[in-house]
């Protein structure tokens, strides 16, 4: 069993509309834990980091929320557009000096459509 | 400079060749890694250099040798490839190798293809 799983695999939605996608975890404590967008051959680029105490945390239309008690993390996309399009993977970060791995989800591919 | 540099964008080599990534930072990361990324999965961990000594090597196989010629570069030298070593390899690096490093930041990636 994967130590992150992401749901859906896949999502196709309208311009305009909003999203969530799902990550639960089973990896605890951690020091922190990421969503990534990866568009299609390109490298992941990060898009929210929190710590374990953290809930949410924004950046533009995006913004990640964590509930430690239920090991679930999600990512609210708004207001979608076209550029949308891609993977999101989320990260967990081991706690600090414990691991030098960090774990990814499988991903979530996103299709936004005009 | 906030980014991490990978060169070339795209590599297509045959099994007898040898070729050489590039990967290059200049915001002072002492740890630096190789993922390799097939299609429609997560990245996988090949090698880790810390303080441009390799550190962790994932067991893969010895056609993929790591080198580290200073701090600020990374190269990954291919001999004798498989047409399923054909994926996306990405380079990343962080200011140290805690895996839990805020700094972490990846490259764009070089889509190699053994043909």
């Known amino acids: 069993k994967n130590q992150v799983e992401q749901s859906p695999q896949s999502l196709i939605i309208l311009e305009g509309k909003n999203c969530t996608l799902q990550?639960?975890?089973?990896?605890?404590?951690?020091?922190?834990l990421r969503w990534y967008k990866q568009d299609t051959g390109r490298g992941p680029v990060s898009l929210t980091i929190m710590t374990f105490s953290e809930n949410t945390k924004s950046n533009g239309r995006y913004t990640a929320t964590l509930d430690a008690d239920t090991k679930q993390s999600s990512l609210h996309i708004t207001a979608s557009q076209l550029s949308d399009s891609a993977s999101y993977i989320c990260v967990v970060s081991p706690p600090m000096d414990s691991s030098y791995k960090l774990i990814f989800g499988s991903g979530t591919r996103l299709l936004v459509r005009p | 400079d906030t980014e991490v540099t990978q060169t070339p964008k795209h590599l297509v080599m045959g099994m007898t060749n040898k070729k050489s990534l590039k990967c290059e930072q200049h915001m002072g990361h002492r740890a630096m890694y190789w993922y390799k990324q097939k299609a429609k999965k997560p990245p996988e961990l090949m090698f880790v250099?810390?303080?441009?000594?390799?550190?962790i090597n994932e067991s893969v196989p010895s056609r993929f040798s790591p080198e580290c010629p200073n701090s600020s570069l990374l190269n990954l030298h291919l001999h004798a490839l498989q047409p399923e070593d054909s994926a996306l390899y990405l380079c990343a690096s962080s200011p140290n190798r805690a895996g839990a490093n805020y700094g972490y930041t990846f490259g764009s990636g070089t889509r190699l293809t053994v043909v």
């Open positions: 990550c639960n975890y089973t990896v605890s404590p951690f020091s922190n």
């Open positions: 250099y810390s303080y441009e000594k390799l550190s």
